[in-house]
């Protein structure tokens, strides 16, 4: 389907699903992904990342929505579906026994129009580890494994599953670097993860999840700017906090002072900061331990996770 010009490749309309216990692990979520963009879905543990994943790889049919991959339904339609997708998953499960090269051989044999095995294992940096057994290699390079073998097929769609847990901090860089290479090259990604930064800078949008509701979604620079800015500093010598300037009308929408040290939050952090060293450049004053920053994703992650609760808890008080 395309939509303003823009093709999407995964469309999602108001999915939902229901485990057998009758539990609602994904409660009526949409959205849309186009070629060539890396959609990262978040959420705390629970909140229906993986359910949510399954429906869109076609391992299940959803409860009541639709999914559409490249145009179709990757349950009904799964022979069409899978050859053109890349899976994976947060476990690979392969024998362990069988060496690296093996293993990419046999699954290059369910695959059409593989890769040469070389080249897959050049991309993800397991070049020289054909002929190591499985079992024997590092967790993080198993995670790469799983990788190489996901992109064997040259998909146009590739799902991630938390693709860089276990990764130390080179591994999760060049990873980062192969998954932008590939979405330049066109390929879509769709990525779950629990970290944040990877998001940050990994994702073009992305939706946070929460109790199998969508909580937020966009750009990382959108979700993270209906989060507040903060500046922390030191109360110089002699100073307290009633000797600074008046913080609403440098814009601050909330404070809190802890021992000699001052946080405070703004949604206009120019004006706050400005206002705050003309105060101490006036003063004569150092103000040490100054610290002022953007929200981060990670503080729009904690901050919508409290809200979602605190309506819930509060709807749950007038119910009772
Ligand atoms: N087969 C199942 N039967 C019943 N409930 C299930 C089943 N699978 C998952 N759930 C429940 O559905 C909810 C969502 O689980 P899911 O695995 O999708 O979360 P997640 O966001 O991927 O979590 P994590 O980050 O921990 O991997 C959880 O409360 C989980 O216990």
Request: include cysteine.
């Amino acid at each position: 389907m395309e939509t303003n010009g823009q093709e999407h490749v995964i469309e999602v309309t108001d999915l939902r699903r229901v485990y057998g216990g009758g539990f609602e692990a994904v409660c009526g979520i949409g959205f849309s992904v186009r070629r060539g963009e890396i959609f990262a879905l978040l959420g705390t543990n629970g909140a229906g990342k993986t359910s949510t994943v399954e429906l869109l790889e076609g391992l299940a049919p959803p409860t009541s929505g639709q999914v559409r991959i490249l145009g179709r339904d990757p349950y009904a339609e799964r022979a069409a579906v899978r050859p053109r997708t890349g899976v994976m998953l947060q476990e690979g499960g392969f024998p362990s026994e069988l060496t690296v090269g093996e293993t990419t051989r046999m699954w290059a044999g369910c695959v059409s129009g593989a890769r040469p095995e070389q080249e897959a294992l050049a991309l993800v940096g397991l070049t020289g580890k054909a002929g190591v057994r499985v079992k024997q290699l590092s967790g993080g390079e198993r995670r790469r494994l799983d990788l190489a073998l996901a992109l064997l097929g040259n998909p146009e769609v590739l799902f991630l599953d938390e693709p860089t847990t276990g990764l130390d901090a080179e591994g999760r860089r060049d990873t980062w670097n192969l998954v932008r290479a590939l979405r330049d090259g066109g390929t879509t990604v769709l990525l779950t993860t629990h970290y944040l930064e990877e998001a940050e800078s990994l994702a073009d949008r992305l939706a946070i999840l929460h109790e199998g509701r969508i909580a937020a979604t966009g750009t990382p620079a959108e979700v993270t700017a209906a989060q507040p800015s903060r500046i922390s500093f030191e109360l110089p010598e002699g100073y307290f906090p009633g000797d600074l300037p008046p913080l609403d009308r440098l814009g601050v929408s909330g404070h809190e002072v802890e021992g000699r040290l001052v946080k405070l939050r703004t949604r206009e952090l120019q004006r706050a900061a400005t206002g705050l060293l003309v105060w101490a450049e006036r003063a004569g004053v150092e103000l040490r331990r100054l610290d002022v920053r953007s929200a981060s994703l990670e503080e729009a992650f904690l901050g919508i996770a409290r809200d979602v609760s605190e309506k819930a808890s509060a709807v749950e008080e007038r119910v009772a």
